[in-house]
């Protein structure tokens, strides 16, 4: 009887946390519930469609951090490439464009690879020295010059195609769904190039590296406008969900819209979104899935004895670089896929809004604040961070309308601290971190 009761205590545990999880998810989702009841249901199924999103993100993030230790903070870059893939996989082709100077972007891309390879081979075949370094400024020299002669013309006239409109290639036409798995891809593709130039250094290196591919990929995407639009932005993305404009015109919807007592756009809005929430659970729920398989898999185990003790992996025989190449390439994949399903959502690739602040220091934040090395708390600390993230503004404007309401209307005082209403979000998000990383350094559920 005796071992049964000191047995007791580490039986119940598990429980215990299961208990404490489903607790806080069910806040979660009451968080949600009323957002419905006492603001907008519209406003409501937003915040849950750019959670799952974001959790998708934290969860790539939990992958690199939680599994490994791989601090990167570019994350803003894989999930705009990723992104870009929405443009190249669901937007018709333009023919003008392409007729004006498609053959030579390509030819100039291609012998641009092609500057890059010679440059690779020149110097790996020739022995160190001062001719080696003559060569390889000579190749890429000459390689540059050669390309941007084809490149630069090419680009020109593809720009000055409809410029108002279009003024760049399109895509191939394809549902965009399909620009999902290659968003990933093309996030995962990144990852590998990034990977094997700063993975075999310090882990400063990785940070500084991220750091600078993440700002070349927004400048590719701001200013290759024969490929984005630039800063024009490209719109009219084809929805993964039929437009609420069209749902309006199914009769199913009139008859909820007149059941539900509101009216037809606002309850098309909903149908809208409930569809892309419904995309959303099943492509997280998926990743989830695998992810958990994974990390209580052997090779999960051995990821966390790499993380917590490199030195004591590699004497056991681990190519340490070669399983941080592969985590490094999953997270990134999986950040990828959340910025091809964002642009999806949005119905438009804006490339001057992305932000550090948005797409990389609020990601770390959900995975701290969540739990990392736990995948249930990195999308728990994406649903939590995200809703707080959103909400925010309008309870700080309520707060500062309070603070102030015995001013008169005209008082610069309360003119000053209502225009700043709006900043109250980043003094909550640092608030946020600052009282979990005292109270619950491990975040909301912590690694077992």
Known sequence: MSVQQAAHPAATAPTVAYLRNVLLFSLMALALA?????????????ILNMSLISAIMALGVNMQWGYAGLFNVGIMGFTAFGGLAAVLIAMPPVPEAWAA????????????????????????????????????IGTLVVGYTITSFVFGPATTAIARVNPATEGYLGGLGLPVILSWPVGAAMAAGLAWVVGKVALGLRSDYLAIATLGISEIVIAVLKFESWLTRGVNNVVGIP?????PVTLQQYEWVQNLAERLGLGLSETARI????????????????????AEKALNSPWGRMMRAIRDNETAARAMGKDVTRRHLMIFVLGSATCGLAGAMMVT???QLTPGSYEPLRFTFLIWVMVIVGGSGNNW???????????????????????MDMVTSGLPADSGLRQHLMAQAAH??????????????????????PER
């Open 345 to 347: 959502l949005d119905g």
């Open 377 to 399: 708390g990195a999308v728990l600390g994406g649903f939590v961070i995200w809703f707080l993230w959103v909400q925010a503004e309008p309870a700080g404007r309520w707060f």
């Open 271 to 290: 149908v809208e979104l409930t569809g892309y929430a419904l995309l959303f659970t099943l492509v997280l729920g998926a990743l989830i899935w695998l």
């Open 239 to 243: 929805r993964a969900v039929p437009r």
């Open 101 to 136: 100077g498609g053959f030579g972007a390509m030819l100039g891309l291609m012998l641009g690879a092609g500057t890059i390879f010679a440059a690779i081979i020149v110097w790996k075949r020739m022995a160190p020295g001062r001719l080696r370094g003559l060569a390889l």
């Open 34 to 46: 009323a957002t419905g009841m006492f603001q907008s249901w519209v406003l409501a199924l937003t």
């Open 424 to 445: 109250t979000r980043l003094i909550m998000m640092g608030l946020a971190l600052l009282l979990m990383l005292r109270f619950a350094p491990r975040g909301l559920i």
